[in-house]
């Protein structure tokens, strides 16, 4: 690895989407996302990738849809309303089981809602992003470097299981600077359609036509497609779980937080430490699939569980079936764009051990 | 004296159109170009919403499905990631004019290097015969069952007149294929389409005034007759721009 560069989370997920071969991106302007378009203005060009403005969040998601379609790795990115605006295309990239990586820095919502960091998106991200029967690969980063190598994994992930990727992070990575590090070894290379046989690339009269597809007018036969498809997500659940235990090892209370917001769990959890609570944090980084078997491992010796967000409570939903309520699940959380400090989640969690120890 | 036979790039399956319907003259120009070109295995094509949704089936190169309006994005997609390669697009006039407009106009306008041909039968076919953006004052409709009033429903969109104004524009053309001089004529407008494109000269548009008898409650003949006498002079046929735009 290379000496540590200073850069804002935003930053460090584009270049490090080019170091991942991604070749195209496409994406419309919105806060609190603009630096990775405005990174990848400058880069794309002189590395031989495409960096293109769209005319609308539509647009770029179906740029993406026939980018990915003819093989090339591909991403788009935006902020919640422009995710929104998204769900369409990637229910057909799902349908049509394409890879692509798709980045949404959450802003809070409903709505306009505002521009300061948020986690209200969660529900949409692990429920809904799109109507019909689908999931895609979720991927929660909480530092900056975790930014960059969650990139990799996107692809690689996307990729291997041809469905779409998304780095769900919020305003705050997005926007925070801290030291980064690449690969600086590795030869920066675009991706071409090599390994994907199933791609429009023109048939260049070697083998029939491929068609990139989600339409089976015949109920059967698109039952059969959309059962093939959960086979494969039963594949993912078994392999591709993530999460990290933070002293859950001998924790009576362990408190649940990804992204941005396991940091500041984490400073908490310090500062009930100081105090004689046994506490841990258990942050999942992989949201969908959700790491079922660590969270029960790391709740081992939990007598209580708090989940803490930047929202008014999504992801306690996944704790708890995850959990299947064996151990009372209690929530913390600040909605709208507030970000809940380590006292505040202190005093959650000396409230739920009874009262100051 | 030359074999009459189906074109290489139109696959031998039997087609899903409605008798009378002119779908299947413009997908066998379309066809016929790609052969007379000897570009098959280096195009790409994207269908779109509408009648003519499953024309992934009927092309013999790679295909692939847009969803309703989207196809110039999917398009810019697949060209942006491949400039080496043909890409074009299929379109009803619902699609293009209605849903995709936004779309349409930016691809026309950034000079995307593709081929568009839009089908423009002034209405949505595939649906059941509702009021397109291109149906005209007066006709009647399933959702203008008095006929479309212009000061309810508005005016019909005329797009070939619209696009001609964008700097992208290479080749903007309005034929139709009622008879067969005219088919020649559309067929040598899409073959430009395809010339524009590899030469990377922009953005073009062949825009094809066709029939939808079932729709139109007519028969093929009475179809035809109306497209002639109620059709043409609305939307003239012509070209509205042609010339490189790089």
Same mark, same amino acid.
């Given at each position: 690895m290379s000496e540590l560069t200073l850069m804002k989370g935003n930053e460090a997920l584009a270049e490090a989407a080019?170091?991942?071969?991604?070749?195209?991106?496409?994406?419309?302007?919105?806060?609190?996302?603009?630096?990775?378009?405005?990174?990848?203005?400058?880069?794309?060009?002189?590395?031989?990738?495409?960096? %293109?403005?769209?005319?609308?969040?539509?647009?770029?998601?179906?740029?993406?849809?026939?980018?990915?379609?003819?093989?090339?790795?591909?991403?788009? *990115?935006?902020? *919640?309303?422009?995710?929104s605006l998204k769900t369409e295309g990637i229910s057909y990239i799902a349908g049509a089981d394409l890879p692509c990586v798709i980045i949404n820095v959450q802003r809070g919502g409903p709505g306009l809602g505002g521009i300061q960091p948020s986690q209200a998106d969660y529900w949409q991200v692990t429920r809904a992003l799109g109507h019909g029967d689908f999931h895609v690969l979720v991927f929660a980063p909480s530092t900056v470097q975790e930014m960059a190598d969650t990139v990799t994994k996107a692809f690689d992930l996307a990729d291997k299981y041809r469905m779409p990727a998304v780095i769900l992070a919020d305003g705050l990575l997005g926007q925070?600077?801290?030291?980064?590090?690449?690969?600086?070894?590795?030869?920066?290379?675009?991706?071409?359609? *090599?390994?994907?046989? #199933?791609?429009?690339?023109?048939?260049?009269?070697?083998?029939?036509?491929?068609?990139?597809?989600?339409?089976?007018?015949?109920?059967?036969?698109?039952?059969?497609?959309?059962?093939?498809?959960?086979?494969?997500?039963?594949?993912?659940?078994? &392999?591709?779980?993530?999460?990290?235990?933070?002293?859950?090892?001998?924790?009576?209370?362990?408190?649940?937080?990804?992204?941005?917001?396991?940091? %500041?769990?984490?400073?908490?959890?310090?500062?009930?430490?100081?105090?004689?609570?046994?506490?841990?944090?258990?942050?999942?980084?992989?949201? #969908?699939?959700?790491?079922?078997?660590?969270? &029960?491992?790391?709740?081992?010796?939990?007598?209580?569980?708090?989940?803490?967000?930047?929202?008014?409570?999504?992801?306690?939903?996944?704790?708890? %079936?995850?959990?299947?309520?064996?151990?009372?699940?209690?929530?913390?959380?600040?909605?709208?764009?507030?970000?809940?400090?380590?006292?505040?989640?202190?005093?959650?969690?000396?409230?739920?051990?009874?009262?100051?120890? | 004296m030359p074999e009459f036979k189906r074109p290489h790039a139109l696959c031998d399956v039997p087609l899903h159109y409605c008798p009378g319907c002119t779908h299947g003259i413009i997908h066998r120009l379309v066809a016929e170009v790609i052969d007379e070109m000897g570009i098959e295995g280096d195009t790409i094509g994207v269908c779109p919403v509408g009648c003519s949704v499953m024309a992934y089936d009927?092309?013999?190169?790679? !295909?692939?499905?847009?969803?309703?309006?989207?196809?110039?994005?999917?398009?810019?997609?697949?060209?942006?990631?491949?400039?080496?390669?043909?890409?074009?697009?299929?379109?009803?006039?619902?699609?293009?004019?209605?849903?995709?407009?936004?779309?349409?106009?930016?691809?026309?306008?950034?000079?995307?290097?593709?081929?568009?041909?839009?089908?423009?039968?002034?209405?949505?076919? !595939?649906?059941?015969?509702? !009021?397109a953006p291109t149906t005209l004052p007066g006709q009647i409709t399933q959702t203008t069952p008095y006929g479309r009033n212009t000061s309810v429903e508005g005016f019909p969109v005329k797009m070939c007149e619209m696009l001609s104004q964008l700097d992208g524009v290479a080749l903007a053309e309005r034929v139709t294929v009622i008879d067969p001089k005219s088919v020649m004529t559309a067929k040598k407008a899409i073959r430009k389409g395809f010339e524009f494109q590899k030469n990377k000269q922009g953005f073009s548009i062949i825009e094809v005034l066709s029939t939808c008898p079932t729709n139109w409650g007519k028969t093929p003949v009475e179809a035809l007759q109306r497209l002639k006498d109620e059709m043409i002079p609305y939307y003239p046929l012509g070209v509205y721009k042609e010339g490189a735009v790089r």
């Open positions: 080019i170091r991942a071969g991604c070749k195209c991106f496409f994406g419309y302007p919105i806060t609190p996302q603009t630096e990775i378009s405005a990174y990848l203005s400058k880069r794309m060009p002189k590395v031989g990738g495409v960096f %293109l403005q769209a005319e609308s969040e539509v647009a770029a998601i179906n740029m993406v849809y026939g980018c990915a379609g003819s093989g090339i790795r591909c991403m788009t *990115s935006s902020s *919640s309303p422009g995710i925070m600077m801290e030291p980064v590090a690449f690969d600086e070894s590795a030869e920066i290379k675009l991706s071409d359609a *090599s390994g994907k046989p #199933w791609a429009a690339t023109g048939h260049g009269n070697k083998r029939k036509h491929n068609i990139i597809n989600s339409l089976y007018l015949q109920a059967a036969e698109l039952e059969e497609k959309i059962r093939a498809r959960f086979e494969r997500y039963e594949q993912v659940k078994a &392999n591709e779980t993530m999460a990290e235990c933070y002293k859950t090892e001998d924790a009576e209370i362990v408190v649940v937080a990804y992204g941005s917001t396991a940091r %500041l769990a984490k400073s908490a959890v310090e500062l009930a430490r100081k105090e004689g609570i046994k506490a841990g944090v258990f942050r999942p980084v992989t949201l #969908w699939p959700y790491p079922e078997r660590e969270i &029960n491992e790391a709740c081992k010796n939990a007598k209580k569980v708090l989940t803490v967000e930047m929202s008014m409570g999504q992801m306690v939903d996944d704790v708890k %079936l995850a959990l299947n309520c064996r151990i009372p699940v209690e929530f913390f959380g600040r909605t709208g764009g507030v970000i809940p400090g380590p006292a505040e989640i202190l005093n959650k969690i000396k409230e739920m051990t009874g009262g100051d120890k | 009927y092309f013999n190169c790679d !295909m692939l499905e847009a969803s309703h309006g989207r196809s110039p994005a999917v398009a810019t997609g697949v060209k942006r990631a491949n400039p080496d390669k043909f890409v074009f697009t299929y379109q009803g006039d619902g699609d293009l004019a209605a849903i995709g407009t936004a779309e349409t106009v930016h691809a026309a306008t950034r000079g995307e290097n593709i081929t568009v041909i839009f089908v423009n039968n002034t209405t949505y076919g !595939m649906t059941g015969g509702q !009021m």
